[in-house]
């Protein structure tokens, strides 16, 4: 992500040169990679850039159908991140379009990564949700069958508690190691839960 980041900006670094460069660019003296890197080249770059993140949405919006465990909450929370974020971000690529300079396609550029974060939080918390929950719904489960270990089921179920609502409430930003950080409490108890509860559910065959 923070590769792409950077090729872009740097990207939108050269329009800037070409823009501000008005009649030069038609001098001899002017280079063809400067000429290139025309206004509209750059907000078609942005544009693909956005279209690859709603197509992301769509893959979330059918992994969290198909992820039938999934609380009726923490459900109608992604399904309205999920719009919400579609909506945005088609908006962006129209706004793109209208822009006149490079320098407000840079801001647009920013703005499409910092102010959605499709990539680094919208697919984990959905992925992570369905995670937790499914985890959640085994242990119910579990409970029911005869010789329940219902002191690991507790532990196991009391590392999972609150986590998909502080999920939930991260907020996409400039950062991105620390939305990371914040995700990382949550990617460790799903994947600690799906160890500890294979493992009793092999017990209780």
């Given at each position: 992500?923070?590769?792409?980041?950077?090729?872009?900006?740097?990207?939108?670094?050269?329009?800037?040169?070409?823009?501000?460069?008005g009649a030069a660019a038609?001098?001899?003296?002017?280079?063809?990679?400067?000429?290139?890197?025309?206004?509209?080249?750059?907000?078609?770059?942005?544009?693909?850039?956005?279209?690859?993140?709603?197509?992301?949405?769509?893959?979330?919006?059918?992994?969290?159908?198909?992820?039938?465990?999934?609380?009726?909450?923490?459900?109608?929370?992604?399904?309205?991140?999920?719009?919400?974020?579609?909506?945005?971000?088609?908006?962006?690529?129209?706004?793109?379009?209208?822009?006149?300079?490079?320098?407000?396609?840079?801001?647009?550029?920013?703005?499409?990564?910092?102010?959605?974060?499709?990539?680094?939080?919208?697919?984990?918390?959905?992925?992570?949700?369905?995670a937790v929950d499914t985890?959640?719904?085994?242990?119910?489960?579990?409970?029911?069958?005869?010789?329940?270990?219902?002191?690991?089921l507790d532990a196991i179920?009391?590392?999972?508690?609150?986590?998909?609502?502080?999920?939930?409430?991260?907020?996409?930003?400039?950062?991105?190691?620390?939305?990371?950080?914040?995700?990382?409490?949550?990617?460790?108890?799903?994947?600690?839960?799906?160890?500890?509860?294979?493992?009793?559910?092999?017990?209780?065959?």
């Amino acid at each position: 992500m923070k590769r792409t980041l950077i090729a872009l900006t740097l990207t939108l670094s050269v329009a800037l040169v070409a823009g501000t460069a008005g009649a030069a660019a038609a001098e001899p003296s002017a280079r063809p990679s400067v000429r290139a890197a025309t206004l509209d080249a750059v907000k078609d770059a942005v544009a693909a850039r956005i279209d690859q993140r709603l197509a992301a949405l769509q893959k979330f919006e059918t992994g969290l159908a198909a992820a039938k465990q999934v609380q009726a909450a923490h459900r109608d929370t992604l399904t309205k991140l999920i719009a919400g974020q579609r909506a945005g971000l088609t908006a962006l690529k129209t706004k793109v379009q209208g822009e006149t300079t490079a320098a407000a396609v840079k801001d647009d550029a920013v703005a499409m990564v910092t102010g959605y974060r499709v990539f680094v939080l919208t697919g984990p918390k959905v992925r992570l949700t369905a995670a937790v929950d499914t985890e959640l719904a085994v242990i119910a489960k579990l409970r029911t069958m005869p010789g329940a270990d219902t002191g690991k089921l507790d532990a196991i179920e009391a590392t999972l508690k609150g986590k998909v609502d502080a999920l939930l409430a991260i907020q996409p930003g400039p950062d991105a190691d620390a939305i990371k950080s914040q995700l990382q409490p949550v990617r460790a108890a799903a994947k600690t839960a799906h160890t500890d509860l294979k493992a009793l559910r092999k017990a209780t065959k």
